[in-house]
């Protein structure tokens, strides 16, 4: 038991200087309980070296009024338990702060970038950044993201991703690295490794190639060519049918 309680008391103060995350901390209540348990059996043996050491680590154990327990460790750190056992905080030496809720939930806020990554049940994750920043990770692999300006971005498992800007253009990025933007006017983007388009909503179509020519079809049916120095090497009207001229009836009288 001694030693359980010295390598989880270890890792949590390793966790502390070396800022890593909250993923030694799920054992908060057995923490507890393993305390009381030591707490007895030095009670009943006499104490070995192992046992001294332990108690030199945590200064000192107490019950408050409210019915909480508070562990003061001998660096610093605190360890505070809700009366029912089921919320613990720790206040490490470094100004993190790590509590484990009744729901389950493990928030751990880091003190030197005023960051908060709480971590669910379900094994969902929020991070929360000191500029507002904000991001959420799902177990499937999909995050979604929202920035001070209101920009969302949503990534899929798969790494295609979504972006809605603050001013309602939207942005898709395929896993192929291909670009499809939306603007509110109603206008179209597609950058590619071979081109970048653009489509109007009146039909008309600009295509810039990857050696810098230029390609424009007109809504109406014209086309205009230009090659990478500028320079227009096609500009063709589209044909224009003449009128069909009606042939009179066989039995129609002269006018």
Known sequence: MSVIFNLMIGNE?????D????????????????LKAFEASINSKPSTSSDSMILRMVKSFSDEEDGSKVLLYSNG???VVSPNGLTSTMYF????IKRTQED???IYYYSSSQTTHTTKPDGTEIIKFKNGQSETHHRNGSKDIVFPDGTIRH??????????FSDGVTQRVLT???????FPDGQRETHTSLYKRREYPDGTVKTVYQDGRQETQYANGRLRIKDPDGRVILDRLPTVSPPVKATPHLFSQPS
């Open 93 to 96: 030496f470094n100004g993190d």
């Open 77 to 79: 750190t605190k360890k």
């Open 104 to 106: 389950g939930d493990v």
């Open 13 to 17: 103060n390793e966790n502390a200087k």
């Open 176 to 182: 192929n690295g291909d670009k499809i933007i939306d």
């Open 19 to 34: 800022g890593h995350r909250w993923s030694i901390f799920r054992s908060a209540r057995l923490l507890f309980n393993e």
């Open 155 to 164: 990534v899929l498992p798969s790494g295609e991703e979504k972006i809605k």
